[in-house]
Each structure stands twice: as C-alpha cells, then as structure tokens.
C-alpha cells in the first residue's frame, strides 16, 4: 500500500502560479513514477504530468511550457509548479504512483482559476 497526500491547491486568479505537492509512504520501493492528472466537471480525468524515477517528464500538450513537475526523492514527493494559470485549468488536480502492484492515487486538491 502506498499513501499519497496532497497540498497546494487554491484560488487564483488567471496568469497567476500554485504549487501542489504530493507526499509518499508506505510501500514507496515498488514505485516507478509520479505524477499529476485533473478532473474537471463533466469531463474525463486527464494526464497532466509525470515523472520516472529516473527524472523523464511527461506533459500534457496543454500545460507544456506552463507547469513544472518535479520531485524530491529523498523526501518522497512530487511538485508540480503550476504559471501562468488559465481558467480552464480549474479542476481537481490528484497525485498518481505508478507501482508495481498497480496504480495509487491521492484524495485529490481542488485548484481554481479565476477570471
């Protein structure tokens, strides 16, 4: 089992930046990646970003040049450096591991833009 807790998320308005962050523990040796989806209204879950063990990142076409995900191995967690904010980027932003047993996922935070 692994657990992830996320912080972060926000009001804000459009053009302005967040940062999540996503916290692991427990069984964190069989993970292989992190990473960010969202969640709008009525809409699917979508990547957003991730990131390998190894540091090879993953963006959506949407945020490519905007958000910024990295991580701290040594602390087990995973940012995401969210600039330039659009209100289309309003949704429930959740941390993901990719392990070895299967996917986990976070509670999910609640990001929103503002116009």
């Known amino acids: 089992q692994v657990q992830l807790v996320e912080s972060g998320g926000g009001l804000v308005q459009a053009g302005g930046s967040l940062r999540l962050s996503c916290t692991a523990s427990g069984s964190i040796f069989g993970m292989y990646s992190m990473g960010w989806y969202r969640q709008a209204p009525g809409k699917q879950r979508e990547l957003v970003a991730d990131?390998?063990?190894?540091?090879?990142?993953n963006y959506a076409n949407s945020v490519a040049g905007r958000f910024t995900i990295s991580r701290d191995n040594a602390k087990n967690t995973v940012y995401l450096q969210m600039n330039s904010l659009k209100p289309e980027d309003t949704a429930v932003y959740y941390c993901n591991t990719r392990h070895i047993v299967g996917p986990y996922w976070g509670q999910g935070t609640q990001v929103t833009v503002s116009s």
């Open positions: 990131i390998t063990n190894g540091g090879i990142t």
